[in-house]
């Protein structure tokens, strides 16, 4: 069973704080891999793509990736009220386009 | 850029009847779109992706005689829910892969919530 699993949370951090989130994944062969994040009664939305080892920065965010451990992660630097959400893992095996999502991460960001 | 419209945002409909849902790539074409479903605080679970000129591939459990889908355009795919019953209530997004673009880099639409009565 291919399986992409997350904290489901909730992480709290005050305002101006980094958050973490983690993801790991069973399929050794994926070869992209994806953060969403999703308000409540809205679609995911694209925040960072990563596909080979090490760390990706975009603005306050930072993916990380190490494909020997399985394993994903995404800060959120200075995190803000607005950055509450729910945070989706995805992953994207070899062979195709099929995305496995995670069931999500929700973090709260106190003011 | 990259921008997917649903049709309709929310519908209700009576049990036994029959809902379409569009999802359009507005700015961009898509060979490649997929259908998902998300129950509340689930995460979303592929149902079926969806090729333009060719029949779609629906996941294990998905019944394709249920939910009908067809993707006559590179920039149209629509799923028709046949004889909706109450358990198929639920979040419904689409999904569009853009041709020759970074692979497997999907925008979502915003999504079909469908109540069934």
């Known amino acids: 069973q291919k399986e992409v699993e997350q904290n489901s949370g909730p992480l709290s951090v005050p305002e101006g704080a980094i958050a973490s989130l983690n993801c790991t994944y069973s399929?050794?062969?994926?070869?992209?891999f994806f953060w969403y994040r999703q308000y409540s009664g809205k679609s995911p939305e694209l925040i960072m793509s990563?596909?080979?080892?090490g760390d990706k920065e975009d603005g306050r965010f930072t993916a990380q990736l190490n494909k020997a451990s399985q394993y994903v992660s995404l800060l959120i630097r200075d995190s803000q009220p607005s950055d509450s959400a729910t945070y989706l893992c995805?992953?994207?095996?070899?062979?195709?386009?099929?995305?496995?999502f995670g069931a999500g991460t929700r973090l709260f960001v106190k003011a | 850029g990259a921008v997917v419209s649903q049709h309709p945002s929310r519908v209700i409909c009576k049990s036994g009847t029959s809902v379409k849902i569009e999802c359009r790539s507005l700015?961009?074409?898509?060979?490649?779109m997929f259908w998902y479903r998300q129950f509340p605080k689930k995460s979303l679970m592929l149902m079926a992706t969806s090729n333009e000129g060719s029949k779609a591939t629906y996941e294990q459990g998905v019944e394709k005689d249920k939910f009908l889908i067809n993707h006559a355009s590179l920039t149209l795919s629509t799923l028709t829910v046949t004889s909706a019953h109450p358990e198929d209530s639920s979040f419904y997004i689409c999904s569009a892969l853009p041709t020759g673009g970074p692979i497997y880099e999907q925008y979502f639409g915003p999504g079909t919530r469908l109540t069934v009565t």
């Open positions: 990563i596909y080979s080892n």
């Open positions: 700015d961009f074409q898509a060979t490649t």
């Open positions: 995805a992953v994207t095996g070899t062979g195709g386009f099929k995305t496995i």
């Open positions: 399929d050794r062969g994926s070869q992209s």
